[in-house]
C-alpha cells in the first residue's frame, strides 16, 4: 500500500526555520515527482514546491521562493522541504502528494496520486 507520512512540523517564531520530512514506502519512490502543499482551513490546497523523479525542483509559491528549499534522498525515501525564516502567513497543514515523474507547472494538486496527512506549521503574529 503507498503511503506518504508527513512530519517536523511545530510551533515556531517568526525568522525561524522548520525541516518537514516527507518519507514514503509501498510504491516505486523513484519514479515518483513528490510536492509539497498547503492549506488552511476554508481555502483551497496551494502547490508551495516540488522535486521531480529526476532531482528538478521547481517553487511555485512567489513567497516561498528564496526561503524554501526541497531536496529528496532516493536511499532513505524521504523528501525535505527546509523552510527558512518563517513568517506568520506560513501557518498551514503542509501535506506532500506523490505524482508520477514530473511535477507539475503550475502547483495544481489535482494531478498527485498519493497524499501524506499532513503536519502543521504554526508562525504565531
Do not use: H
Request: net charge neutral; glycine share 14%; proline share 3%.
Amino acid at each position: 500500500e503507498a503511503q506518504l507520512v508527513e512530519s517536523g512540523g511545530g510551533s515556531v517564531q517568526a525568522g525561524g526555520s522548520l525541516r518537514l520530512s516527507c518519507a514514503a514506502s509501498g510504491f516505486a519512490f523513484d519514479g515518483y515527482a513528490i510536492g509539497w502543499f498547503r492549506q488552511t482551513p476554508g481555502k483551497k490546497r496551494e502547490g508551495v514546491s516540488c522535486i521531480s523523479s529526476s532531482g528538478d525542483t521547481i517553487t511555485w509559491r512567489d513567497s516561498a521562493k528564496g526561503r524554501f528549499t526541497i531536496s529528496r534522498d532516493n536511499v532513505q525515501k524521504i523528501v525535505y522541504l527546509y523552510m527558512n525564516n518563517l513568517k506568520p502567513e506560513d501557518t498551514a497543514t503542509y501535506y506532500c502528494g506523490a505524482e508520477w515523474k514530473y511535477c507539475s507547472d503550475n502547483g495544481s494538486p489535482g494531478e498527485y496520486e498519493f497524499w501524506g496527512q499532513g503536519t502543521q506549521v504554526t508562525v504565531p503574529s
